[in-house]
């Protein structure tokens, strides 16, 4: 009886999160979409100065 009684209150409890949750995951992802796009930028700022940086030691036949 106490384990209905509890699936009943994680269906009451749970529901409301479970639609909270379908409304706010789209708004969330167009708040950090922005912070992506700086991610990748970064990402292919380091790339480029660390293939600068390498670029000595290749040349003249180091090994990656």
Aim: hydrophobic content about 75%.
């Amino acid at each position: 009886m106490v384990a209905l009684v509890l699936w009943f209150l994680l269906l009451v409890l749970c529901w409301p999160l479970a639609i909270a949750a379908l409304v706010l995951f789209p708004i969330v992802w167009l708040l950090a979409l922005p912070l992506r796009l700086v991610g990748i930028t970064v990402e292919g700022f380091f790339a480029l100065f660390r293939a600068l940086v390498m670029l000595p030691a290749r040349l003249i036949g180091g090994r990656p």
